[in-house]
Structure formats: structure tokens, C-alpha cells
């Protein structure tokens, strides 16, 4: 072979091994970029914004599956929120994308979980699973979904010295941007609710829920510019308890959240086996069984002495009336 067609030969390896070289260096320096993003989609999700004084921190961050799969994984999570004086912290995290759809996201968090508000609230959790995906767009969080099993949390105020313990079997949370406001969905499977040294007020509850909050789009990727839900408003498409064996409550209706947290809303209510319902009610609170048996009568005269009942509910400013005018209860600011 002649020294020119060696070296034109040569020329063309070295070019082929600069080529390889220099297209392995970009996917690697991609793959670090995209691994990133993972992290701060991740954190985002959990409540960072540092814009608004919320932090979230991945304790001993290490990013795993390079070539083919991103994965970051922390050792703990923090979260501090010095705006309002809350801070928690989680067990271990892990979330992963594959390389050919980065943009999609999956992770597992640990417990267990500790949450402690400047108002003296402490929350202890733990599950035995929680699992979740989220959906990216270049900036933003276009969608998530949440399951969490076998959910426990103690909750005692230092104010009050009262403490309950809140237990749920199978939670569902789906949160979408719908153009520029936000969609969310809950599900609270077989949840018990247990107050320390007092009685439990309930049974055992399914409770599921279907909102939009106008304009909250943003919510969701940890940008919304304003103060969160205060000063919001939003469309309740469901709000229903089931306590079995047909007592289920239903309410939807418009809401609204002033700038002190305090609700507004015309709300529709649908009460099914009132029968039921008033029975239960009496069981767990005897004291106030007359009372209870009159509120009863009231809403089964609503429907001729049936036992189902519809009935419109306004709130004002927290202020519960039945029928605009009759008051029976108060809902405290958020």
C-alpha cells in the first residue's frame, strides 16, 4: 500500500476516534445536564421555591444508570419554608428517567417524615410505600401522581397539648396543569381519624375530592407568583365522604380563599340515609344527641320525610348559613 493511502487511511481513524470521542463528551455532558433537571424537578416537586423562601435539599446527592437510565438518589430530603416557619424532613429518596424520555419522571421517597410549623404543630409519619411520577416540560411540571400505602401520622400541637393520630389504608393525589389553571384529584381510602384521650367522633371514612383552582397553573412547578391558595378561587366538582352502607355526604359549588385564608362559597350538599347518619353521629357524640336529632328532622323536612336530602350551603367569609340565613358553624382561616 502506498504511504499516501496509509495515511489517508490513518487520517480517516483519527477522525472516526475524534468523532466518537467528541460525541461520547456531549452525551455525557447532556446526560449530567439531564440528570440536572431530574434533581431540580424533583425537589420543585416537593416544595421548593426559593423565589418565595422555600428551600429543599438532597442530603449526599448521587446520580446512578449513566449510560441508558438518570437516576438521582439522596440519602434524606429537607425542606425548609422560612417564609412560614414550617420545615420537614424525609427519609431516603430515589427517582429515575430513562435517557429516550427524560421529561418523565419516577421516584420513591422513604419515611419516615418530620414536619414541625413556628405554631407549635409537630407531625411524626411513616408508609410502608409511596410512589410517584411526574410529567416535565422544558420549565415546568405539567403533571404528577402520588400513591401512597398504609399512610400513619401523630400530630400533637404544644399549644394545646392535644394530639390524634390519622391513619389512611390507600392515598391517591393527581395534580394537572389545565392551561392556566390547576386540577386536583385526592383519594383518602379506609382513613381512621383518632383523637387522643377524647372519643372518636367517626367511623372509619373514604373520602374523594375534585377541584380546579383558577389560575394556579403554576402551583404545580413551585413558579406561582403570588401568596398560594390565599387570594384564589376554584370550582369544587366533587367533594364526597362515604362512610359505607350508603351514608355519603356529596358537595360541589364555586369557593373562593381571601387573602387571610378565610372560605367563601356557594356549595351544594346531597346527604344520603340520613337515618344512618344521625344514628352514627349520636353513638360517637351522646351529648349532643338532641341536637343531633333535630338537625335530622330539619333536613329530612327538607325532602317531605324522605331519607335523602339536598340542601344549598353558603359560606361567608368562614361564616357557615344553611339557606343564607341560618348559621351552624364556623370554619376557621387555612
Not at 57 to 76: T, V
Amino acid at each position: 500500500m502506498a504511504a499516501s493511502s496509509r495515511s489517508g487511511v490513518s487520517s480517516k481513524l483519527w477522525a472516526l476516534a475524534a468523532g466518537i470521542v467528541l460525541v461520547t463528551g456531549l452525551y455525557t455532558a447532556g446526560w449530567f445536564y439531564a440528570a440536572s433537571v431530574l434533581k431540580e424537578k424533583t425537589l420543585a416537586l416537593l416544595g421548593a421555591q426559593q423565589q418565595h423562601g422555600v428551600t429543599a435539599e438532597c442530603h449526599d446527592a448521587e446520580y446512578r444508570g449513566y449510560p441508558f437510565r438518570i437516576g438521582l438518589f439522596c440519602s434524606k430530603v429537607t425542606i425548609d419554608d422560612s417564609a412560614n416557619g414550617v420545615s420537614a424532613s424525609f427519609g431516603a429518596l430515589r427517582s429515575a428517567a430513562q435517557v429516550y424520555q427524560p421529561s418523565h419522571i419516577v421516584w420513591e421517597l422513604d419515611g419516615p417524615a418530620e414536619t414541625r410549623t413556628g405554631t407549635g404543630i409537630t407531625a411524626s409519619s411513616t408508609w410502608n410505600a409511596l410512589q410517584s411520577s411526574l410529567v416535565t416540560s422544558f420549565r415546568s411540571l405539567d403533571r404528577s401522581s402520588t400513591v401512597i400505602e398504609g399512610l400513619s401520622t401523630s400530630i400533637i400541637s404544644s399549644q394545646t397539648n392535644q394530639a390524634f393520630d390519622v391513619k389512611i389504608g390507600h392515598t391517591e393525589a393527581h395534580l394537572r396543569q389545565n392551561g392556566n389553571d390547576l386540577d386536583a384529584a385526592l383519594t383518602l381510602k379506609d382513613t381512621d381519624i383518632i383523637p387522643k384521650g377524647l372519643p372518636q367522633m367517626m367511623p372509619r371514612f373514604t373520602a374523594t375530592g375534585d377541584v380546579t383552582l383558577v389560575g394556579k397553573a403554576a402551583l404545580l412547578a413551585g413558579q406561582d407568583t403570588g401568596r398560594g391558595l390565599y387570594g384564589s378561587e376554584g370550582e369544587m366538582r366533587k367533594l364526597a365522604l362515604d362512610l359505607g352502607n350508603g351514608r355519603v355526604v356529596n358537595m360541589t359549588g364555586p369557593f373562593s380563599i381571601d387573602d387571610e385564608g378565610r372560605i367563601s362559597g356557594k356549595l351544594r350538599i346531597e346527604v344520603e340515609k340520613i337515618g344512618a347518619w344521625r344514628d352514627q353521629l349520636k353513638n360517637s357524640m351522646p351529648q349532643l344527641a338532641k341536637s343531633i336529632d333535630t338537625g335530622s328532622k330539619m333536613l329530612s323536612a327538607l325532602t317531605g320525610g324522605g331519607d335523602r336530602a339536598t340542601l344549598d350551603l353558603t359560606i361567608n367569609r368562614g361564616k357557615i348559613l344553611i339557606g343564607g340565613f341560618i348559621a351552624v358553624g364556623e370554619i376557621p382561616p387555612i
